[in-house]
């Protein structure tokens, strides 16, 4: 009898929530949790092409730790479409007015770059201090 590999459908797979709690977390380790958990690389049903991830919400992301000079030598880029329209902030100036964007970024570039990436990307819900409006989802706690 021949082996066949198991492929999950769509709607198949009923996603849950995770919450991660971000203080003094590294950005690159909180970020790469957070991929594997969209993407469902931590359950024996994952399918590359397929969503078998679940949604995340990240508390507390105004106190997520950047290791050495990061704060001040890592900057963030936007273009207006515009010529010369390019606009740079560093990412402890970030940190402080948007760090929900911090985290959205860092989370992006770890993601498929196709429809099935840009669609992970809205199961991560992010918020700069402990409140959120998803507890009616009963979020489950989630470690690093």
Do not use: C
Request: charge should be positive; proline fraction near 7%.
């Amino acid at each position: 009898m021949p082996q066949t590999t198991y492929m999950a459908k769509k709607g198949e797979i009923k996603p849950r929530w995770h919450l991660l709690d971000l203080n003094d977390v590294p950005l690159g380790r909180a970020a790469t949790r957070i991929a594997d958990t969209l993407r469902g690389k931590n359950k024996p049903q994952f399918t590359p092409h397929t969503d078998t991830g679940d949604f995340v919400v990240a508390v507390n992301a105004s106190k997520v730790k950047l290791t050495g000079n990061k704060k001040e030598d890592k900057e963030y880029f936007r273009h207006s479409g515009y010529p010369g329209g390019i606009k740079s902030v560093s990412a402890g100036k970030l940190l402080v007015t948007h760090p929900d964007r911090i985290i959205k970024t860092a989370v992006k570039g770890m993601l498929p770059k196709n429809i099935l990436g840009r669609h992970l990307l809205k199961k991560l819900k992010v918020y700069a201090k402990t409140e959120h409006p998803h507890a009616a989802q009963k979020p489950v706690e989630m470690k690093i």
